[in-house]
Nanobody, 118 residues
Framework: VQLQASGGGLVQAGGSLRLSCAASGSTFSITAMGWYRRAPGKQRELVAAISSRGSTNYADSVKGRFTISRVNGKNTVYLQMPSLKPEDTAVYYC?????????????WGQGTLVTVSS
């Protein structure tokens, strides 16, 4: 599975961005998809995840602000990010899990930079 992420950029605090991540290749066995981020000097953090059935999970820092969604027919996952804060500045990476028999394989996108100025 190959993932292509897009939508990052520079925005002022309070602004909005929408990240997109499109999967291609062996997409028929994709289960969960989601987003991680890595801020400068910090560890990688799970931002949001969504199962193939639409169940979602969010980091406490973004719960109630960000919304993850997916279009299964298009194998695309989105992250809507309103009310952005400077602490949301990070490189955002999408992922997709693919299950083969009993083994889960994770593919990663290339990362897209989100910079929120104060």
């Amino acid at each position: 599975v190959q993932l292509q992420a897009s939508g990052g950029g520079l925005v002022q605090a309070g602004g909005s961005l929408r990240l997109s991540c499109a999967a291609s290749g062996s997409t028929f066995s994709i289960t969960a998809m989601g987003w991680y981020r890595r801020a400068p000097g910090k560890q990688r953090e799970l931002v949001a995840a969504i199962s193939s059935r639409g169940s979602t999970n969010y980091a406490d820092s973004v719960k109630g602000r960000f919304t993850i969604s997916r279009v299964n027919g298009k194998n695309t996952v989105y992250l809507q990010m309103p009310s952005l804060k400077p602490e949301d500045t990070a490189v955002y990476y999408c992922y997709a899990d693919r299950v083969v028999v009993t083994t889960t394989f994770r593919s990663w996108g290339q990362g897209t930079l989100v910079t929120v100025s104060s």
